[in-house]
């Protein structure tokens, strides 16, 4: 294994989830009782949650995928993220989440933000924040009630009242930071991990919440970074590269105004923006991991978004993170499902060990 600094003080600990993403092609059973097996392992270590993309543009299924998850854990969350409010009727998604609710035993999770590749894809652009929030209401209402309205609809469930269920609100701009810190349980912040950009996305939260009258106590804020972990340090770096090329641009599509974007990367930034190929979307060594690269973006995103090398690597960022204000991470690890069970254990095994493992 490769060597790590010694194990954290007592006190300073971190919080961590995962998400996964399978890129191979199909999914057999024999893949089925791979991703149960891998929950598991993220359940030994201690994960506070698990994930899995939803959107049928690049990935299989998501409801099926965290049914499988959920088989494999017995403390560890679990649910998609993120959702949005188009691809996903409100009444099928309060269904959704009560039935993993109850598979285990209190522990699903949403997260949902406005949409990007999966309402693309099907025609729409993203949801406004209006919608998005008549979204969670009504998802909240039927879960709590059996009934609940979206959009002049009465949507009703007949699966019985259950108790809440955690949702999250991915935001990347200064206003839907501000709405999830007004009505998320959590929000992923996917704003980026440089020490102003951090501070920036925090006081944005609580202000958000603030103006609701809720304690800004009451919203976890989590860090969305992008992530790759291998003993190759090389390979990690080129493989993070197109989920940092997919961030930047739907976390920049709406303009690097007020965003803490360097002025000396404004055109770059706009013109990639403009020349982005959603065909390309997450897609190794295509299109926009190439543009990303000949704009002379790509170590722009890697600070602000990126953590990619070995377990030493990662847990020198780790602490970088934390000394900036940063104690819940949203990680990722994309590959085949050899590739997961493998940095998972590195991450298990020579990264978690140095912040403290379990809960």
Known sequence: ???????????????????????????????????????????????????????????????ARVTLLALGTKRTFVGMRPTNPWTRDPQITAAFLATIDSMTEGHAFMEIATGDSAAHS??????????????????????????????????????????????????????????????????????GLTPEVVGWSLAQVEQGARVRG???????PWFTVRSVLDVDRDAARGRVRASLASILHHSMRHGVEGRLVPTQHHDAVREYVRRYVLADHQHHGGAND???ERLGLTGFAMRRWGMAGDPADWVERIRQLRACGVRRMWLANRGSLAQLRRALQLFGEDVLSSFGRGR
């Open 290 to 292: 190439q543009l990303m």
């Open 122 to 191: 099907i025609g729409r652009k993203p949801s406004t924040r209006a919608r998005l929030e008549e979204y969670v209401s009504c998802v909240r209402d039927v879960l709590a009630t059996g009934h609940g309205r979206f959009e002049g609809r009465d949507i009703r469930s007949f699966a019985g009242p259950r108790g809440p269920v955690r949702i999250s609100i991915g935001a990347e701009g200064p206003r839907m930071l501000r709405l999830a810190g007004g009505i998320g349980d959590a929000v992923s912040i996917g704003t």
């Open 214 to 220: 809720r304690d800004p106590a009451e919203v976890e």
């Open 1 to 63: 294994m490769t060597e790590v600094p010694q194990r954290e003080k007592a006190g300073e600990r971190m919080e961590f989830a995962m998400q996964f993403t399978v890129v191979e092609p199909g999914f057999t059973r024999g893949h089925a009782f791979e991703l149960i097996e891998l929950a598991r392992m993220a359940d030994d270590y201690g994960l506070h949650s698990i994930g899995v993309g939803d959107t049928g543009f690049r990935l299989n299924e998501a409801a």
